[in-house]
């Protein structure tokens, strides 16, 4: 069966990319909105007897999400056998528990979705906070991309000397493969939430590292609060101005401005969003888990 990808507008480079690095072939997918704001969605050439995999990185997913599902429907209407679903970035993995007494769980209802439509997903270090896989709420096959590798060659390649540092103890699972991975040590911050944008951050004594440049990590960098306190606190104890590497930069708001004006001497992140900051390049460890979905109807990965 032909493997053939189509991609979502917003996705473009990543999908050419892994295109690329899987030989496959390609098929147009155009989304536009009606001036009403309905979505139009349109495949430019054939997809019968195809395997099809869609790109579409889903930050900001209330605006793509139902265009995503009418993309999905569409193309097995159209003759694709399997369709599956490589989602760089997976949304709506924050709220996996009721905090609050009447809250939607909306993790468990946006995996019923995208498992009734697609026959597979792929996706790089979806945020497994309370959870050990996604096959917990996602009923068919998944395949999760560690980044630790690319960030550890990146901090390698860019980086003298480097102390990685977890801002929060959320992050310790990425410091300590990717210090691993680049032969660093690492430390962990403590953080307390007040808010959406208010926390606190306590840093352990990091005199002895003064030698080496801190990089402070983060799987998703968002507001940037977090990140930006993290900053300052290496900053307080004697340190260089750190580097920030996250895995996802979704940069909400002034998130960049902010890491800039805390003292971050350098900003990267992959490629999973589109962003000026994207130096990492993951579609090669990406590729390989799509391919083995891809090839493969009845197992479960994840």
Same mark, same amino acid.
């Given at each position: 069966? @032909?493997?053939?990808?189509?991609?979502?507008?917003?996705?473009?480079?990543?999908?050419?990319?892994?295109?690329?690095?899987?030989?496959?072939?390609?098929? *147009? /997918?155009?989304?536009?909105?009606? #001036?009403?704001?309905?979505?139009?969605?349109?495949?430019?050439?054939?997809?019968?007897?195809?395997?099809?995999?869609?790109?579409?990185?889903?930050?900001?997913?209330?605006?793509?999400? /139902?265009?995503?599902?009418?993309?999905?429907?569409?193309?097995?209407?159209?003759?694709?056998?399997?369709?599956?679903?490589?989602?760089?970035?997976?949304?709506?993995?924050?709220?996996?528990?009721?905090?609050?007494?009447?809250?939607?769980?909306?993790?468990?209802?946006?995996?019923?979705?995208?498992?009734?439509?697609? $026959?597979?997903?792929?996706?790089?270090?979806?945020?497994?906070?309370?959870?050990?896989?996604?096959?917990?709420?996602?009923?068919?096959?998944?395949?999760?991309?560690?980044?630790?590798?690319?960030?550890?060659?990146?901090?390698?390649?860019?980086?003298?000397? #480097?102390?990685?540092?977890?801002?929060?103890?959320?992050?310790?699972?990425?410091?300590?493969?990717?210090?691993?991975?680049?032969?660093?040590?690492?430390?962990?911050?403590?953080?307390?939430?007040?808010?959406?944008?208010?926390?606190?951050?306590?840093?352990?004594?990091?005199?002895?590292?003064? $030698?080496?440049?801190?990089?402070?990590?983060?799987?998703?960098?968002?507001?940037?609060?977090?990140?930006?306190?993290?900053?300052?606190?290496?900053?307080?104890?004697?340190?260089? *101005?750190?580097?920030?590497? *996250?895995?996802?930069?979704?940069?909400?708001?002034?998130?960049?401005?902010?890491?800039?004006?805390?003292?971050?001497?350098?900003?990267?992140?992959?490629?999973?969003? @589109?962003?000026?900051?994207?130096?990492?390049?993951?579609?090669?460890?990406?590729?390989?888990?799509?391919?083995?979905?891809?090839?493969?109807? $009845?197992?479960?990965?994840?």
């Amino acid at each position: 069966m @032909e493997l053939t990808v189509g991609t979502f507008p917003n996705s473009a480079a990543f999908g050419d990319r892994l295109r690329s690095e899987l030989h496959a072939g390609a098929v *147009g /997918l155009h989304w536009r909105r009606f #001036p009403d704001g309905e979505s139009h969605v349109q495949y430019v050439g054939s997809l019968e007897g195809c395997s099809l995999a869609i790109v579409c990185t889903l930050n900001d997913p209330d605006s793509k999400t /139902l265009a995503l599902l009418f993309a999905a429907r569409t193309a097995k209407e159209l003759g694709a056998m399997r369709v599956g679903l490589v989602a760089p970035y997976l949304g709506y993995m924050r709220q996996d528990r009721r905090f609050q007494s009447g809250e939607a769980v909306t993790s468990v209802h946006f995996a019923a979705l995208l498992s009734e439509a697609f $026959d597979w997903l792929v996706t790089v270090d979806p945020h497994l906070h309370r959870r050990s896989s996604l096959a917990e709420i996602y009923s068919i096959p998944t395949a999760v991309v560690s980044a630790a590798p690319a960030l550890a060659t990146w901090i390698a390649k860019n980086v003298s000397r #480097p102390l990685v540092v977890g801002p929060d103890s959320e992050s310790e699972q990425w410091a300590a493969d990717v210090a691993a991975g680049c032969g660093a040590p690492y430390v962990v911050m403590s953080k307390r939430r007040f808010g959406d944008k208010e926390v606190e951050i306590h840093a352990p004594d990091l005199a002895r590292w003064r $030698d080496r440049t801190p990089v402070i990590l983060d799987d998703i960098v968002s507001s940037a609060r977090t990140m930006a306190l993290a900053v300052r606190r290496t900053i307080e104890q004697g340190l260089s *101005g750190p580097v920030c590497v *996250g895995v996802h930069g979704v940069f909400s708001g002034d998130a960049a401005e902010a890491l800039a004006s805390a003292g971050a001497t350098t900003i990267a992140t992959t490629n999973t969003i @589109e962003h000026a900051s994207n130096a990492i390049d993951v579609t090669p460890l990406v590729a390989q888990k799509v391919w083995e979905l891809a090839a493969a109807k $009845d197992r479960r990965a994840g």
